[in-house]
Nanobody
Framework: QVQLVESGGGLVQPGGSLRLSCAAS????????MGWYRQAPGKERELVAA???????NYADSVKGRFTISRDNAKNTWYLQMISLKPEDTAVYYC???????????????WGQGTQVTVSS
């Protein structure tokens, strides 16, 4: 079994900062790509940021220059550092990992439970 546990969400004022964490646990052989997505009420889920096993990153245009994704392979954990937060950043944020499980021959995508980020004065 593989589980992804997210933390770090909360309520912040516009211009504030938050750091989200996603910790994967279970019978993990390796983790390839890691990412963060978000979904606002009534909206479709969108990619926010992603990072490959080699460290290359990709960001949505709306968060470039404000959000930074990073990973700690030794801890099977990845992060999303968010600064200069705007009300439009308000959403449920989900982490996603492409993970190879011990005894399995292929990688599968796993999702966290989501953490609420609210940006409001």
């Amino acid at each position: 079994q593989v589980q992804l546990v997210e933390s770090g969400g909360g309520l912040v004022q516009p211009g504030g900062s938050l750091r989200l964490s996603c910790a994967a646990s279970g019978s993990i052989f390796s983790i390839d790509a890691m990412g963060w997505y978000r979904q606002a009420p009534g909206k479709e889920r969108e990619l926010v940021a992603a990072i490959t096993s080699g460290g290359s990153t990709n960001y949505a245009d709306s968060v470039k220059g404000r959000f930074t994704i990073s990973r700690d392979n030794a801890k099977n954990t990845w992060y999303l550092q968010m600064i200069s937060l705007k009300p439009e950043d308000t959403a449920v944020y989900y982490c996603r990992g492409r993970i190879a499980v011990v005894s399995m021959e292929k990688e599968y995508d796993y999702w966290g439970q989501g953490t609420q980020v609210t940006v409001s004065s």
